[in-house]
């Protein structure tokens, strides 16, 4: 569990390093860390291979992974979900695309807050909806969504559906009881199907706080998760919904049929292994990452032109570059030789996204470059 010690990436292809090949620059955008994978994780994948057979698994014969996901939803969010609940996907991306279909028809509205990752900013008018921004206004030091403009975009009937990030990307927020309870219940008053993509929900980094499962609260909510972005098993395209209520489960394993792939055996062994084997590695990345947290947090906020809020969870910091001056952030960032997620690409466009999911040494690297 050395998270200093992590594998040279430039020559794997990683699409993360591929940006920014044969460029002096440092790559601290899109959201996989830099970690090596636990080693039960490798090893379980290692045993797949040594068998010697690749052939089809149905993710929902797959027994293991599916106790896996009862084991990890209940010991560490106090959810017990019934097996029939869960339905794979080889991503939250096509999940809450799925979700669009499921629940809307060409032409309807979907709910999206804002400032958003770029594939939840495009889902709607890809499925040939409309998407209607819910703003992101500061409630006392934490960013929050506008919960005025839900209310009032919500009662529209041509609103269908909101798809819901908690803990919110980028900005790092963690919503509490009471909030999402108000989500809840703008919803269920307005009849508009919540849908909660909550990948980022086991990297709390905060002291104190947990995350609640959409799911937990309401049997109306699909809720989509993955051990993707906490384990760094991102490239092998396993996630899940969990749909308590029988007829939206039906909606949107109708609306996937055909055309969302099952998720591969690799991702549903690299599931089971991550969520029974690796609870002392993933606590040991919560220290290493608060540590990373706290030292962009000090850093970025001294230097001239930029601010960030500290983020309650994820491996991402919200850089407020504003201050700067300059009429293209990123080209500032990129000229000091470090690559984060353009602000542009999630609509706000003095702003900045930086992966912290790295080693210090990495981190002092990217933060010594902004610097100068």
């Not at 500032?332 to 040494?361: I, M, Q, T």
Request: aromatic content about 8%; overall charge negative.
């Amino acid at each position: 569990m050395s998270f200093d010690d992590t594998p040279d990436r430039k020559e794997t292809y990683s699409f993360k390093w591929q940006k920014y090949k044969g460029q002096d620059v440092i790559p601290a955008w899109v959201a996989d860390t830099e970690f090596r994978c636990a080693s039960p994780i490798l090893e379980a994948l290692g045993d797949k291979l040594a068998e010697g057979n690749l052939g089809y698994v149905l993710p929902s014969q797959y027994t293991p992974a599916i106790e896996a996901v009862q084991r990890w939803l209940a010991d560490k969010h106090d959810w017990q979900v019934e097996k029939d609940w869960i339905v794979w996907t080889p991503g939250v991306v096509p999940a809450f695309n799925v979700a669009c279909n499921a629940y809307c028809e060409p032409g309807d509205k979907v709910l999206i807050q804002t400032p958003n990752y770029p594939p939840l900013l495009a889902a709607p008018k890809l499925n040939e909806m409309e998407r209607v921004d819910v703003p992101t206004v500061m409630s006392g030091s934490r960013p929050m969504l506008d919960f005025d403009v839900l209310q009032r975009e919500a009662a529209d009937p041509r609103c269908k559906l909101l798809v819901l990030c908690n803990p919110m990307n980028p900005v790092g927020t963690v919503l509490r009881e009471d909030e999402l309870q108000r989500v809840i219940d703008i919803c269920d008053a307005n009849d508009v199907t919540l849908c909660s993509d909550e990948i980022h929900c086991d990297l709390i980094l905060e002291p104190g706080l947990s995350h609640i499962p959409a799911g937990r609260v309401s049997s109306q909510a699909i809720t989509l998760m993955a051990a993707s972005k906490t384990f760094n098993v991102a490239g092998l395209g396993a996630a899940f919904a969990v749909i308590p209520d029988k007829k939206l489960r039906a909606r949107f394993t109708q609306a996937a049929a055909g055309i969302v792939p099952w998720v591969n055996v690799m991702g549903l062994i690299a599931t089971e292994a991550a969520f029974t084997q690796c609870d002392d590695w993933h606590q040991a990345q919560l220290r290493y990452l608060r540590g990373n947290r706290d030292e962009v947090v000090s850093r970025i906020n001294a230097i001239e032109g930029l601010s960030m809020q500290s983020p309650e969870a994820t491996f991402l910091g919200w850089v407020d570059a504003s201050g700067l001056g300059v009429s293209n952030v990123q080209q500032w960032a990129e000229e000091k030789g470090v690559g984060p997620s353009p602000g542009l690409d999630f609509h706000a466009r003095d702003f900045f996204r930086l992966n912290y999911g790295c080693s210090r040494s990495m981190l002092d690297a990217i933060l010594t470059r902004l610097e100068s």
